[in-house]
């Protein structure tokens, strides 16, 4: 894959809390620091949309005719059936 340069600016405070990353080993320089925070926003986003997109099908997917009850049942069901109680 292949890398572009970019010029980005901090102010004085940001620099040193990266550079104290870098110091104390979580990190070796500013580059890898900053492709961290990159892969953790993106992996964020993902979950972010997922939740949104099981939202939407949820809303879009109407009413139902199942009383809350039956719909606890259901879930309790699935849950023992997958070991989760």
Do not use: C, H
């Amino acid at each position: 894959m292949s890398t572009i340069r970019k010029t980005i600016t901090f102010t004085e405070k940001q620099d040193k809390w990266i550079k104290s990353r870098i110091t104390i080993g979580e990190f070796t320089n500013d580059s890898e620091y900053l492709r961290d925070l990159v892969r953790r926003d993106q992996a964020k986003n993902a979950k972010f949309s997922a939740l949104k997109g099981a939202i939407t099908e949820g809303m879009e997917s109407g009413v139902s005719d199942k009383s809350v009850p039956d719909i606890m049942k259901e879930v309790e069901d699935r849950m023992r059936a997958d070991g989760r109680l």
